[in-house]
Each structure stands twice: as C-alpha cells, then as structure tokens.
C-alpha cells in the first residue's frame, strides 16, 4: 500500500507555471504513476502517466505544456505545468497503480487528496 499526498497547487494567470509534487509514502518503483483532473461538473481526465522506463503520455490538451517526472530517491512524482490556460482550471490527483516486473497492472488503485489549481484570464 502506498500514501500519496500532493501539493503545489494554487492560482495564477494565463500563461504562467506551476509545478505539483506527489510524495509518496512507499517505494515509487513499485508504481505506475499518473495525474488526473477534474473540474466541476466534468469527467475525470487522465492528464499523464509514466511507464517505469520514464517514458510518459500526456492527454491532447496538455502535450507540449506538461512534463511528468518521477525521482525514486525521493520517492516523489511531479508534473510541470507551463502555459497553463483558464481550461486547466481542476483539482489535480496523483494516483499509483501496481507494478509486477515491467508490467503496470490495470487500474489506478491508490490516490491522493487532490490539489487545486486555479488558472485566471
């Protein structure tokens, strides 16, 4: 089992820069990573995730502007967010899902708290 707590959140303008942090409370190589977004009154999105071998995937609306990054020694996932647009307006979430190997099993099984981010125009 792992805990997972983010922070980083908070309100800035358009076309500015926030960076979420993801801490866990376990060894990250035993986890697939990811972040999701939700806004009110809308789905849940999957915003990235990152593979074990560092390569990551990024929804449509956010590739080119978010990084996802993970550090095992600090057992810590991160998700730089550059040019945000009032759009990117949600309660962020890092989740984990169990890793066997080199394989993610399916399904995100631990979350976070969330993080509020606010983007004004």
């Known amino acids: 089992q792992v805990h997972l707590v983010e922070s980083g959140g908070g309100s800035v303008q358009s076309g500015g820069s926030l960076k979420l942090s993801c801490a866990a409370s376990?060894?990250?190589?035993?986890?697939?990573m990811g972040w999701f977004r939700q806004a009110p009154g809308s789905k849940q999105q999957e915003v990235a995730d990152i593979d074990f071998d560092g390569s990551a995937i990024y929804a449509e609306s956010v590739k080119g502007r978010f990084t996802i990054s993970q550090d095992n020694a600090k057992d810590t996932l991160y998700l730089q967010m550059n040019d945000l647009k009032p759009e990117d307006t949600a309660m962020y979430y890092c989740a984990a899902k169990v890793r066997i190997g080199d394989r993610c099993l399916d399904g995100y099984v631990y979350w976070g708290q969330g993080t509020q981010v606010t983007v004004s125009s």
């Open positions: 376990g060894d990250t190589t035993s986890y697939c």
